[in-house]
């Protein structure tokens, strides 16, 4: 009797739990992609004016924003990066190896992963966020200008990564946390 | 909470014969756990004090008297409240994995809770020592293209504090890595049987 019913759990619930497992994955990676993929298409020329005196002609000037310019942008760029392959590597790893024996392991082993993934994900969100609202509202205590007025696209687009990112890596937090109950909730 | 009580005790009740081994390693883990969360606990604190005592004042020739204060950056603000927040959380959790020593009987329930918290906290202290980083990192070299000066070459003990900080909060992120790893690590030892 107790063998049986150790059976059916073990074949029953894991295989949602996998589902659902596999689903988050997906996500993740679907949306770090997108945020990689916006922050790196995103570059704006503008042309702005500047008057110097009235009596000289106006000039015109050419600013270019690019998200290589920030050290901040790159590291969360990069960061989405890994965090989208390592999705995409989980995601076929889990389910190859899920119909095999050893499924205790692979959970162990894949929600450390996980951690490790969510922290350079929010690591990354912060300092991107830092900077960003750096260039929304400048720092007039050391003479940081903001940037915002001029690229406006350059920072609705980036806004649109951070969020794209944002929960990306709340997916990620998802995975661990439905990770370690399902840990806890395997018969004792 | 009183229906997840419930259960517990008939279990407790039922004396199974397990009981003797777990008790052992049980108090080994969680021993090692209380270790890390003292451990969590002085980071944040070293954390906090350094970036708080980083005020700096200094006459410049062409400016006159300038002071930098943490407080001018809200990406510092929000390191300190989240490191303070991690401080809080840390001294609570050593105080709950103690009396887990103590009564060992409640032990799965707590990993369990310790993994959610910890991993939330983690988010908290990764996400702040990145957007302090960011900061911290423009402060250092400047930025051309924006016409960002870097301010590090002026007042050279507030970016030394600020380093330090990050260190050490990049070192409590570490330790909370460490700590849900052991929560799962022990909550998996307790599932083969």
Redesign the interface.
């Known amino acids: 009797m107790d063998g049986v019913r150790s059976d059916v759990k073990v074949v029953e619930s894991p295989r949602r739990v996998r589902v659902f497992d596999a689903f988050l994955r997906l996500f993740a990676l679907a949306f770090t992609l997108v945020a990689a993929v916006v922050v790196g298409v995103s570059k704006e020329t503008e042309i702005v004016p500047i008057t110097i005196t009235p009596s000289l002609p106006t000039l015109h000037l050419q600013f270019t924003?690019k998200w290589q310019?920030?050290?901040?942008f790159v590291?969360f760029l990069v960061s989405n990066a890994i965090a989208c392959s390592y999705a995409a590597a989980s995601l076929v790893y889990s389910l190859a190896v899920s119909s095999s024996f050893n499924q205790?392991a692979v959970?162990?082993v894949l929600?450390?992963l996980d951690?490790?993934i969510?922290?350079?994900l929010?690591?990354?969100?912060?300092?991107?966020?830092?900077?960003g609202?750096?260039?929304r509202d400048g720092?007039s205590?050391?003479?940081?200008?903001k940037?915002c007025d001029m690229f406006g696209a350059f920072c609705h687009h980036f806004t649109a990564a951070l969020v794209l990112s944002l929960i990306g890596?709340s997916a990620f937090?998802l995975l661990?946390?439905f990770?370690?109950?399902g840990?806890?909730k395997?018969p004792? | 909470m009183a229906s997840t009580d419930k259960p517990t005790d008939p279990e407790y009740n039922k004396g199974a014969p397990p009981p003797p081994p777990p008790p052992s390693a049980t108090v080994n883990c969680f021993a090692f756990d209380v270790t890390l969360r003292v451990l969590l606990f002085a980071a944040a604190l070293t954390a906090v004090v350094v970036i708080v005592t980083s005020d700096q004042t200094k006459f410049t020739v062409p400016l006159g008297i300038r002071e930098v204060k943490f407080k001018h950056s809200p990406a510092f603000v929000y390191f300190v409240v989240a490191l303070s927040v991690a401080g809080l959380y840390s001294i609570i959790t050593t105080l709950a994995s103690l009396s887990v020593i103590w009564k060992p009987n409640l032990s799965t329930k707590f990993l369990l809770h310790f993994a959610f918290w910890d991993v939330l906290i983690l988010g908290l202290v990764a996400s702040a020592t990145g957007t302090a980083g960011g900061v911290a990192y423009v402060g250092l070299k400047g930025n051309k293209h924006v016409g960002w000066l870097k301010i590090c070459n002026n007042y050279d003990k507030f970016c030394q504090h600020l380093a330090g900080s990050l260190a050490v909060s990049l070192f409590a992120s570490v330790v909370l890595v460490l700590l849900v790893w052991l929560s799962v690590y022990s909550l998996h030892g307790r599932i083969p049987k």
């Open positions: 924003a310019y920030m050290s901040a590291y205790d959970v162990l929600s450390i951690l490790v969510m922290a350079l929010f690591s990354a969100n912060g300092a991107a966020a830092a900077i609202i750096i260039g720092n205590h050391v003479q940081w200008r940037v890596s937090l661990v946390a990770a370690v109950l840990l806890h395997k004792k």
